[in-house]
């Protein structure tokens, strides 16, 4: 899955958008939004946390994420080691 979101400026108007692709690159699910006004941070997270629920009903097991933010790569590592998985 690739995903990005952008804002002009800090507290501008954001949108983001990207792609989930099957095991030979093939298309699965697109995705476009605009996301109102919020941070860049903010833009990047909520285009991720919806398309990984959608890669799970779609049955997609295993998912490799594309992301070019690395403030929003940590964020996400730091809620992942606060979760446990059952």
Known sequence: MNADGASRGNLG???????IEGPLSNWV???????GICSSVKAALLRLFPELRVAWKKGVD???????????INKIKTLVNHISFY
């Open 13 to 19: 108007p954001a949108g983001g958008g990207g792609v």
């Open 29 to 35: 699910h697109g995705f476009l939004v605009c996301l």
């Open 62 to 72: 295993k998912l490799l994420v594309h992301m070019d933010f690395e403030v929003a």
